[in-house]
Structure formats: structure tokens, C-alpha cells
């Protein structure tokens, strides 16, 4: 089937503890991006990647790190998380950067920050 | 820079009426619109999208959606209305020369028995 999997679903951390969510997909997609949401806010692109090695900030990059080593793999780090990072992220891939492609969505995960 | 604007929070109707959930952008050049929802704990799902050609798309779930230029709209659409249509809905728009998709603050769609 495929599908965008993302890992941990919950996550409840303290402020500094560094923490990795991962997102893989099985479509052989090359652009892969994460995205958080936050009620009234919808959703905002933190990082964004065209292919493998290449990788871009988004509108929020602040606090977060993402690395392309494998075409399959796209994951999120936050070197050192702080509250206001509580929130519902999704990775998303698609099949290329082009225009009018659609996305596939991760089923999300939830992270506090306390 | 590109904007989406969905200017209901929330959208309430009676199963078997029509829906109307509204969505207008701002972009400079021809725009690529799409439409994804949202069901309780999981992930974004596509719709539909707005490429070229026909104003008026089709989608999943017999959802449809109407391209207006002059009026830069987008709206969703459904003839009749399931109580499982009950969700979030996104309008997303994405520019040319840009690589992300730009989405709206959502609308919540109750389908009432």
C-alpha cells in the first residue's frame, strides 16, 4: 500500500531533550516535506526537500533540523525542543516538485513540549 | 507571495442539502488549486485539484469545485450532503516558481442527521 509513515504518533518530552520524528514513504517520491499545525494557524512548511541532499526552509525552520540521506526517508530533529514546538506535524511527499502534483500526507504526529 | 483565505471556521448543514465550503486565493500568475480533508486523527487526504482546462472539477466522495479567476475563488462543493463528510477542509494553492504549497486556516464541516 502506499503510504506516508511517521513515527512516534504521540510524544510527550521536556524542554531540551533532543528528540528525531521520522517519516518514510514507499512511492519513491522526491520531494518530501514537514509541516506543522496549529489551530487558526492551519498548516506551515518547516522544511522542504526537491530530492536526495537537497533540502530548503520552509516559513517556520526555526528549532527544527532535517536531513535527505535516502530518497525514501525525510526526518524532522529539534535539537532542543521548547513549548512553544507543542504541536501536530505532518510529512508530506509528492511525486516531484513539479506544479501540479498532489501531496501524501503522513497520519501525523503529536508532540507536547513541557 | 501566495495566500489562501477560507473565510469560515465552520460550516454547518443538514444531510442531503448542498455544501458550500469557500475558500479564495492570491497568487501572481496562473494558480494550482487543490482541495484535502481531514477526518479525526488522521492525515491530510487530496480531493481534488485545479490545473488548467475546465472550471469545474471532480472529485473524491462526489465532491466537485468551481475555478473562478475573476472573483479568485475556489469553492468546494457537494449536491447532497453525508453525515460522514463531517470533517476538516483545507484549500491549498501553490504558485509558479514556488515549491511549497500554501494552505488556508481550514473550515469544519458538521453534517447534521
Known amino acids: 500500500e502506499a503510504q506516508v509513515t511517521q513515527n512516534p504518533r504521540y510524544l510527550i518530552t521536556v524542554t531540551g531533550k533532543k528528540l528525531t520524528v521520522t517519516c518514510s514513504q514507499n512511492?519513491?517520491?522526491?520531494?518530501m516535506s514537514w509541516y506543522r499545525q496549529d489551530p487558526g494557524l492551519g498548516l506551515r512548511q518547516i522544511y522542504y526537500?526537491?530530492?536526495?541532499?537537497?533540502?530548503d526552509k520552509g516559513d517556520v525552520p526555526e528549532g527544527y533540523k532535517v536531513s535527505r540521506k535516502e530518497k525514501r526517508n525525510f526526518p524532522l530533529i529539534l535539537e532542543s525542543p521548547s513549548p512553544n514546538q507543542t504541536s501536530l506535524y505532518f510529512c508530506?511527499?509528492?511525486?516531484?516538485?513539479?506544479?501540479?502534483?498532489?501531496?501524501?500526507f503522513g497520519q501525523g504526529t503529536r508532540l507536547t513540549v513541557v | 507571495a501566495q495566500s489562501v483565505a477560507q473565510p469560515e471556521d465552520q460550516v454547518n448543514v443538514a444531510e442531503g442539502n448542498p455544501l458550500t465550503v469557500k475558500c479564495t486565493y492570491s497568487?501572481?500568475?496562473?494558480?494550482?488549486l487543490f482541495w484535502y480533508v481531514q477526518y479525526p486523527n488522521r492525515g491530510l487526504q487530496f480531493l481534488l485539484k485545479?490545473?488548467?482546462?475546465?472550471?469545474l472539477v471532480k472529485g473524491s466522495y462526489g465532491f466537485e469545485a468551481e475555478f473562478n479567476k475573476s472573483q479568485t475563488s475556489f469553492h468546494l462543493k457537494k449536491p447532497s450532503a453525508l453525515v460522514s463528510d463531517s470533517a476538516l477542509y483545507f484549500c491549498?494553492?501553490?504558485?509558479?516558481?514556488?515549491?511549497?504549497?500554501?494552505f488556508g486556516t481550514g473550515t469544519r464541516l458538521l453534517v447534521s442527521p
Open positions: 512511492m519513491n517520491h522526491e520531494y
Open positions: 497568487v501572481s500568475g496562473n494558480p494550482y
Open positions: 491549498a494553492v501553490r504558485a509558479p516558481g514556488f515549491q511549497k504549497l500554501v
Open positions: 485545479y490545473i488548467t482546462g475546465d472550471n
Open positions: 508530506a511527499s509528492s511525486l516531484s516538485w513539479g506544479l501540479n502534483t498532489e501531496a501524501f
Open positions: 526537500s526537491m530530492n536526495v541532499e537537497v533540502t
